[in-house]
């Protein structure tokens, strides 16, 4: 009987340490440089591909600020837009507007180029020459709109999200500033840089390096970010909860129905 008691103890042990050592899935942080470098990289790759060619894109560099309000926002695990875009001060301290493309999928799919390109096929439903729509556009318009200059990025493992029926996801979101997708056309056609007022042509963009330089404001953040537990949080207090339960019912069932047999001299 000392054996089998033994036996449990160690197998509820182990359950205890596997569930407990259980760990999110590793993405990369919004600090990343490498996560930083794709995300403008790509973003500025299909500003530079326009077709009708733009007159006025500018180049468009990371935004600590709005990476911190995407990151904010992706932890709710909603498949929603942020409600706080339009409210000044509630989604970057500078822009009074700010502009967001979501992406949600299984992590064992999430690649940023891979969400970024998704956005971007919507170029295949939009007519520059008619500023019409057959279908959703909104995000690939947002991504070359010429006056948005700046963006923040942030994926966030949710094991549920809200709205959707995806389960273990990588939920990838970026912020714009200023927003984009007002009424008209995302940019002016004509000759590459040509309405750049006299800035540095590079690549077919507009850039200019005061507006090009990554400002962060520390001590700013979004008043309904909240620390808050998240679902993952969740899962592993009810977890400990759980085992913290089986523990109690196995000290006192265990040697209930499986006493330790006496021992002779």
Partial sequence: MTSRFSACVLALLHFCCSS???????LPDVGDPNFI?????????????????????????WDPDLAT????WAKKCLFKHNTYLKEPGQAHPKFTSVGENLWTGSISIFTVQGAITSWHDEVNAYSYATSNCRGTCGHYTQIVWATSYKVGCAVHFCPSVA???ITNAAHFICNYGPAGNY????????????????????????????????????????????????????????????????????????????????TSE
Avoid at 69 to 72: I, L, N, P, Y
């Fill in 183 to 262: 009424p008209g056309r995302p940019y002016k056609t004509g000759t590459a840089c040509s309405d750049c007022n006299g800035e540095q042509c590079a690549g077919r963009l507009c850039r200019n390096a005061e507006r090009d330089k990554v400002i962060s404001d520390s001590r700013w953040r979004p008043d309904w970010d909240r620390p808050a537990c998240d679902e993952y949080c969740i899962t592993v207090i009810a977890l400990r909860t759980l085992l913290f339960i089986l523990t109690i019912l196995a000290t006192w069932l265990l040697p209930k129905y499986w006493p330790l047999a006496p």
């Fill in 37 to 61: 470098e794709e995300c403008v990289r790509t973003h500025n790759r299909f500003r530079s591909e326009v077709n009708p060619a733009a007159s006025n894109m500018l180049y468009m560099s």
């Fill in 163 to 165: 709205y959707s029926s």
């Fill in 20 to 26: 407990d050592s259980y760990e999110q899935p590793t």
């Fill in 69 to 72: 309000t995407a990151k904010a």
